[in-house]
């Protein structure tokens, strides 16, 4: 077993995946729609399946905003430096909402970055 996706509902698709191709720099791997139950997938990543797990974006047509909930936690993204990438993402117009540096308790260096719709991304440095 693996792990194929991960899917995320966006109230404005193309706002979207400006975001994830143009300030966390993945690709749009594939797009569709489907007009009978009226929504849109867009599928982005890094690499497409089976080399790596991909985001599924969900667009259901007229629905702008969804709530978050408190279950939802993050995606985490790894890079060679989170330093870097930070000042990338906020060149880009990005909005990260943890500054690069040590995890609390620990040595790993991390940041959050916050896409349109709201959800985190935290950045890990590998």
Same mark, same amino acid.
Do not use: S
């Given at each position: 077993m693996r792990i194929?996706?991960?899917m995320l509902r966006v109230g404005n698709l193309q706002r979207a995946i400006d975001f994830y191709t143009q300030i966390l720099g993945m690709t749009l791997l594939r797009k569709s729609e489907n007009p009978e139950y009226k929504y849109t997938l867009a599928f982005l990543g890094y690499a497409s399946n089976p080399e790596?797990?991909?985001i599924e974006l969900t667009y259901n047509w007229g629905v702008e905003q969804y709530e978050m909930g408190t !279950?939802?936690?993050?995606i985490a993204l790894g890079m060679p430096d989170v330093y870097?990438?930070?000042?990338? +993402?906020?060149? !880009?117009g990005g909005?990260?909402?943890?500054?690069?540096g040590p995890v609390k308790g620990g040595s790993?260096? +991390?940041?959050?970055?916050t896409d349109p719709d709201g959800y985190k991304i935290e950045l890990i440095q590998r």
């Open positions: 194929l996706h991960t790596q797990a991909e !279950a939802y936690g993050h870097a990438a930070c000042e990338r +993402i906020k060149a !880009a909005k990260v909402t943890r500054e690069a790993t260096i +991390i940041a959050f970055v």
